[in-house]
């Protein structure tokens, strides 16, 4: 797997200069607006001036941390805001790595490929666990492929790209395990408010100093372009990682977290049921139009990723370009996402054309 090359870009790339009109399910960047907060919390910063423009905290503006905070039921000084949840993850992986208890990052096979893509760019070193049929990882399998070298576990939950929740009971021995190698486990959990079984478990109910949890507003608001995200680490290694976080990116726009701030103090829960009730049908929608040409495919227990795969079509770079142009749909290839996925095609079902899509790919197969 090629890490340098970001293939997202790849394709979305091929598809923008296609001569026909296509369909982009590539990347996860919600159809469905955010909330009225968000806009209204950015005329209200417009309107402040003066020093409300200058830097904020390098950690993040101190009530929006206080927010996080107490939704997460930790300490406000375990919350770091970052540049996005990508900024989030390279905080848990890089203290993860800079604390020498080894240079090996743990991660599934599929795998999201920004996270191997950020542990060779630390200088750790990679190591992957199949996940089985169904999405899920068994923790005798981390614990088998765990050493003293292991520095570092990542999973991702709900996942991308399989769609799989993880319960509560596995979390806890992966963070048994980091314990057992003076490790960190670092859950991804940017897709919390698209659960669809009701049994997400956040890693923060372990109580336990080896356990990082990143988040970020980009899917639960559908702002991705605001950059928001968080990191929620130990009292023991909060203080490192706001110091990279300052050497590296000075903060967090401020405009986008006075957005953030006010959308968590209005935004009630019937935006969230509603996205993930169009989630559902489109889900359904979609896999029944997989139903009708005999492919494989993935049903989400959460985000909003389907995996497929069709009748001696392999999920390749050459067939997702020949889906573009032939079907008028864009997908990304599953040899993005590792080996053991290498034969299915990952679509993201945040287009209001799925039906469209689906309609496409029963006629193309």
Known sequence: MNYEEPLFFTVMQYAEAAERDVVDMVSGNPDWGAPDGVS?????????????????????LRELRERIATRRGVDTERVVVTNGGAMANTLGMARALERGSGDEVLLTDPVYPYYPGKAEMLDGTTRFVPVDEEGALDPADVRAAASDETACIVVNTPNNPTGHVYREETLRELADIAEAHDALLVSDEVYDHFDFTGEFTSALAIDSEH????????????????????????????????TRNMLTNVATSRPAQAAVLHALKTTDADYHEANRERLRERVASFTAALDEVGAEYSTPEGAFYVLAKFPDYPGTMANVKRLVDEAGVAGMPGEAFGDARSEWLRFALVTPRVDTAAERLAEFF
């Open 40 to 60: 209204e919390g950015l005329h209200d910063y417009a309107e402040t001036g003066g020093e409300a423009f200058q830097y904020p905290p390098s950690d993040g």
């Open 211 to 242: 356990v990082v949890v990143t988040n970020s507003f980009s899917k639960t608001y559908a702002i991705t372009g605001f950059r928001v995200g968080y990191a929620v680490l130990s009292k023991r290694d909060a203080p490192a990682a706001r």
